[in-house]
């Protein structure tokens, strides 16, 4: 069946430094790949998404693109803030296998001044 | 805010008690999804609706059942509750149910405590 794995957390930052967040999938035809975001004692928010290989979604600084080839979608920002500290759900699904989503475990991020 | 909402914010109650979690879509939104995070369990996909009618099912127990009414919101029931049924219940909706447009948007969660 579908699966998506991240890099383990938790994810240490001084603020500026860069970003790169690991997600691989597996999963059979061309599912849509999404990065959700989860900040503390609030509910999931879409950052970004790419529906097709070599699609980048961005947002808020925030890219991935997505590798069909690597079957990768690495969340990635050049320099980050304190504000930035949540938990980062990489998710994928399938129009042809129902539309829901199967998600990562999770990275939690966080941001030291 | 997504414009999913959900009530309650938050649920205490007892083991093989029953409880209703209810979620009204973004306006115009026909899909509606139910999802369970708890720390073991991670997300987990439970059940979807579209205008009405089940259209895919997950993890979801026995225990738990779903509906979607004719204004198009849902609500989750779920009975015999055990302690293992503690975690974080998420509602998602997506204007349709694949596509460019099935990208789905959620609510802030039901907390549900059992004790």
């Known amino acids: 069946g579908d699966s998506v794995t991240q890099m383990e957390g938790p994810v240490t930052l001084s603020e500026e430094a860069c970003l790169t967040i690991n997600c691989t999938y597996t999963a059979t035809g061309y599912p849509s790949l999404f990065w959700y975001v989860q900040y503390p004692g609030e509910g999931l928010q879409l950052l970004l998404k790419a529906t097709k290989a070599d699609d980048k979604g961005s947002n808020k600084g925030f890219e991935a693109t997505y590798r069909k080839e690597t079957t990768s979608f690495h969340l990635e920002k050049g320099s980050v803030q304190v504000s930035d500290s949540a938990v980062y759900f990489c998710?994928?699904?399938?129009?042809?296998?129902?539309?829901?989503?199967?998600f990562g475990g999770g990275t939690r991020l966080m941001v030291k001044p | 805010d997504s414009g999913v909402t959900q009530t309650p914010k938050h649920l205490i109650t007892a083991t093989g008690q029953r409880v209703t979690l209810r979620c009204s879509p973004r306006?115009?939104?026909?899909?509606v999804y139910w999802y369970q995070q708890s720390l073991d369990q991670g997300l987990q996909f439970l059940i979807q609706y579209y205008n009405g009618e089940e259209r895919a099912k997950g993890n979801i127990l026995e225990r738990f059942s779903a509906q979607q009414f004719p204004d198009l919101h849902s609500e989750l029931n779920l009975s015999s509750l055990e302690l293992g049924d503690s975690a974080l219940y998420f509602c998602a909706s997506s204007v349709v149910s694949a596509g460019s447009l099935g990208t789905q948007y959620f609510g802030p969660g039901t907390r549900l405590t059992v004790l």
């Open positions: 998710a994928l699904n399938r129009a042809k296998a129902g539309n829901m989503l199967t």
């Open positions: 306006s115009g939104d026909l899909s």
